[in-house]
């Protein structure tokens, strides 16, 4: 039995999340800055890998973890995905 890609479904392309190769919504960075929402609420210094806007209005640098529960999901001017660069 083979998996069968999902290109028959133009809905699918949409909700891809994976970071394979520079897109618009990623943004290449020389080091992962700390999760400003973390760091304010529990002191902690987690790598943020998603500069986006949140629900409180603010573009920050997020963790997947604060993303998924503030980010206002990603694109040009919502979020963006920080990879590591040169
Ligand atoms: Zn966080």
Redesign the pocket.
């Known amino acids: 039995m083979r998996l069968r890609p999902s290109a028959a479904n133009p809905s699918a392309i949409a909700t891809r999340s994976r970071t394979t190769k520079t897109k618009p919504e990623t943004v290449t960075v020389s080091n992962f800055p700390a999760?400003e929402?973390?760091l304010e609420q529990a002191g902690e210094r987690?790598s943020?890998h998603i500069m986006g806007v949140t629900i409180f209005g603010t573009h920050t640098f997020?963790?997947a973890?604060?993303f998924n529960l503030y980010g206002m999901g990603l694109g040009l001017s919502k979020g963006q995905i920080l990879v590591m660069g040169a």
């Open positions: 999760c929402h973390h987690v943020a997020v963790c973890t604060c």
